[in-house]
């Protein structure tokens, strides 16, 4: 399988536009909890996420780092573009998670 080469967003390589992106789903707690992840990822040539890193994270919950990529691997995009042609791009998100008490 060829690995596209991520292209950055700018100048002629225009950005990807974000379809669908579910939260991270976490279980209702008994306290109000929060937290919010720095991830990187390809958007591929289709559209598709992959190459997903969680850089940092900080939350209440012992899941939420599978949490994240769990949502982040069903984020569907239209590709970037350069000169009208789909390409790959590299991004860097910040998810931001929260649940609510029972």
Known sequence: MDQEI???IGGKVKPP????????????????????????FV????????RIHILSIEGEYPDSASKTLEAI???????ATKDNKPVAVAMT????????QN
């Open 6 to 8: 991520p292209l950055k």
């Open 43 to 50: 958007v591929s040539s289709t559209g598709v996420p992959n």
């Open 17 to 40: 536009n974000l379809i669908s992106s579910p939260a991270p789903r976490h279980p209702p707690t008994n306290n109000s909890a929060k937290g919010h992840a720095l991830v990187s």
């Open 93 to 100: 998100v910040e998810i931001y998670f929260s649940s609510f």
């Open 73 to 79: 691997k069903q984020y569907k995009f239209q590709p």
